[in-house]
């Protein structure tokens, strides 16, 4: 199996603007896949009340929200006999300006 490393997020311009969008932080692994994921912070920013919610059919352990700094990784346990056809998994955060975030990961 090749594995691919894990790089700091590429800034994308909005079109007419000039500024840069906010790129999504985490990077998700799932070389453990179907049982085992992990999620990384590839930002420069620490990422506040880091949350996660499992919807659809499968089963999560609920954490309290998380502070992960720039290079933490938290570890997911996630099993479902159909996740891909049934669940999404959906990352909350905020960022240290108080910005909420919502990140919906298919698997």
């Known amino acids: 199996m090749t594995t691919t490393p894990i790089t700091r997020p590429t800034p994308i311009t909005r079109p007419g603007t000039g500024r840069l969008a906010y790129q999504v932080p985490l990077r998700l692994d799932r070389r453990g896949a ?7 912070n590839v930002g420069d920013e620490p ?41 999404v998994l959906v990352v909350r955060w905020f960022r240290p300006n108080g910005d909420e975030y919502l990140w919906r990961v298919s698997f």
Do not use: C, D, K, W
């Open 47 to 87: 990422l506040r009340g880091l949350s996660f919610s499992l919807l659809g059919a499968g089963l999560m352990r609920a954490t309290a929200p998380l502070l992960l700094a720039p290079g933490q990784e938290v570890r997911l346990g996630i099993r479902g006999a159909t996740l891909p056809l049934t669940a």
């Open 34 to 40: 179907p049982n085992r994921y992990l999620l990384r």
